[in-house]
């Protein structure tokens, strides 16, 4: 049982790839077998710009993670992001014939095909079609309508696209490494399955994962997943300015980032450090406070451009809940703070909890997409988009050995 629930995935970010093996516990939580992890190469802004280093920093993660789990990875879900990922809503309405009988699963595939039916450039590819609801005859919005009764059968449905290039150059990248690509998932769709609970979908919420080159957004609406995005910001933007108004290299920069560094400043910062420095100097002192000046413009410059993208599609005002804010550049000291204070909504730090094994590596919001990913390949599609906000239904990337591969076993023993 153990090994045919055995799965892997693949987060491919800016800033690092990480491959994560897992498998379902006695409690029925995400139990994490092995961890492989190795600094990015050969991405910017979410897509691949160089595909031998990409490849070969894919090949060492996964001979790390096969390493500490003693299994040979053979296929994974992939993570996908980057400023080339749109979304829409589309609804589509089928006939009932016969209203002496109830709504069947076939009724249900029929007009899910139909509110998938939307005309997108050649160059591009759907990723996932995700149900919002269903409404019989117009009436109240429903989770499943099989087993009802009516003549008259709409859904509405998330379609996430993305561009063929970017999808076929991550696929060939993954492949290179030597594993099969059994799905390609929306990195913010993965940490919201990680993170976010059912209340806060039900309420309105937004996840903000900000990783190393790109910020994603997830909206969820009554339950369901409403919007998405992705904005070309994020953490290496912070370090950029860092490296430039200090003048210091870039890996001086990241560390006084990670160590000192905080989104907001305040008066009771007093200390200096000291950092390395180009120029005659090896180093030189810098004020902290200074230091988090520069990260605070930055970090709200972040959230300004999270808030528009929100009230362009209209549910600023509309999430009870607020942010979840995940990724590695979340875990910036008061960054919640920040969030809440300037665009005056909820907001809270989200990180994986509902699996066990290697919390020590992996417990934190850096995380979130990997262990998302582990979640969406064990629970398979139908279940994972039923937290997304469907039943049943999404359309897949590949042809019909990812569909079957998806199902079976990802990994061998060595």
């Given at each position: 049982m153990r090994r045919r629930s055995t799965v892997a995935a693949i987060d491919v970010g800016?800033?690092?790839?990480?491959?994560?093996?897992?498998?379902?516990?006695?409690?029925?939580?995400?139990?994490?077998l092995g961890v492989g992890v190795t600094p990015a190469a050969g991405l910017s802004r979410g897509v691949i710009d160089n595909i031998q280093s990409a490849r070969e920093a894919i090949r060492v993660a996964v001979e790390k993670a096969e390493q500490a789990c003693g299994m040979r990875i053979l296929s994974a879900v992939v993570g996908i992001?980057?400023?080339?990922?749109?979304?829409?809503?589309?609804?589509?309405?089928?006939?009932?014939?016969?209203?002496?009988?109830?709504?069947?699963?076939?009724?249900?595939?029929?007009?899910?095909?139909?509110?998938?039916?939307?005309?997108?450039?050649?160059?591009?590819?759907?990723?996932?079609?995700?149900?919002?609801?269903?409404?019989?005859?117009?009436?109240?919005?429903?989770?499943?309508?099989?087993?009802?009764?009516?003549?008259?059968?709409?859904?509405?449905?998330h379609i996430v696209s993305g561009a063929v290039s970017a999808i076929q150059n991550l696929t060939k990248c993954v492949e290179g490494a030597g594993v099969q690509v059994d799905d390609i998932v929306l990195e913010c769709i993965a940490s919201a399955t990680s993170v976010l609970e059912d209340q806060e979908r039900q309420q309105g919420v937004a996840l903000v994962d900000i990783g190393g080159s790109t910020t994603s957004v997830a909206v969820y609406d009554e339950g369901s997943i409403a919007h998405t995005a992705c904005l070309p910001i994020a953490g290496s933007q912070l370090t950029n300015d860092l490296a430039r108004v200090l003048r210091c290299p870039w890996e001086a920069a990241e560390h006084l980032k990670c160590t000192v560094g905080a989104a907001y400043a305040d008066s009771s910062m007093h200390e200096t450090?000291?950092?390395?420095?180009?120029?005659?100097?090896?180093?030189?002192?810098?004020?902290?406070?200074?230091?988090?000046?520069?990260?605070?413009?930055?970090?709200?410059?972040?959230?300004?451009?999270?808030?528009?993208?929100?009230?362009?599609?209209?549910?600023?005002?509309?999430?009870?809940?607020?942010?979840?804010?995940?990724?590695?550049?979340?875990?910036?000291?008061?960054?919640?703070?920040v969030?809440?204070?300037?665009?005056?909504?909820?907001?809270?730090l989200g990180q994986p909890a509902r699996y066990s094994g290697l919390s020590d590596l992996i417990g934190t919001p850096a995380?979130?997409?990997?262990?998302?990913?582990?979640?969406?390949?064990?629970?398979?599609?139908?279940?994972?988009?039923?937290?997304?906000?469907?039943?049943?239904?999404?359309?897949?990337?590949?042809?019909?050995?990812?569909?079957?591969?998806?199902?079976?076993?990802?990994?061998m023993p060595q």
């Open positions: 800016s800033t690092k790839v990480a491959v994560i093996v897992g498998d379902i516990g006695d409690q029925g939580e995400t139990r994490i992001s980057g400023g080339h990922i749109s979304s829409q809503n589309n609804r589509g309405i089928i006939a009932i014939p016969d209203r002496s009988r109830a709504i069947t699963e076939d009724d249900r595939s029929r007009v899910l095909d139909s509110a998938g039916q939307v005309a997108i450039p050649t160059n591009r590819q759907v990723i996932h079609v995700v149900p919002r609801g269903y409404w019989i005859e117009g009436t109240e919005p429903v989770s499943d309508p099989v087993g009802m009764w009516g003549g008259r059968l709409d859904c509405e449905v450090v000291e950092i390395q420095a180009f120029g005659t100097q090896a180093k030189k002192s810098v004020d902290v406070r200074h230091v988090c000046e520069i990260l605070q413009a930055r970090s709200e410059e972040i959230l300004e451009m999270v808030a528009v993208e929100l009230k362009r599609v209209g549910y600023y005002d509309r999430l009870a809940a607020g942010l979840v804010l995940t990724g590695g550049t979340s875990q910036l000291r008061g960054f919640p703070d969030a809440e204070a300037r665009l005056g909504i909820p907001a809270r995380f979130s997409t990997s262990i998302g990913l582990v979640e969406y390949a064990l629970s398979g599609r139908e279940r994972v988009l039923e937290s997304a906000g469907g039943a049943s239904f999404e359309v897949p990337v590949g042809g019909l050995f990812r569909r079957l591969a998806s199902f079976g076993r990802a990994l």
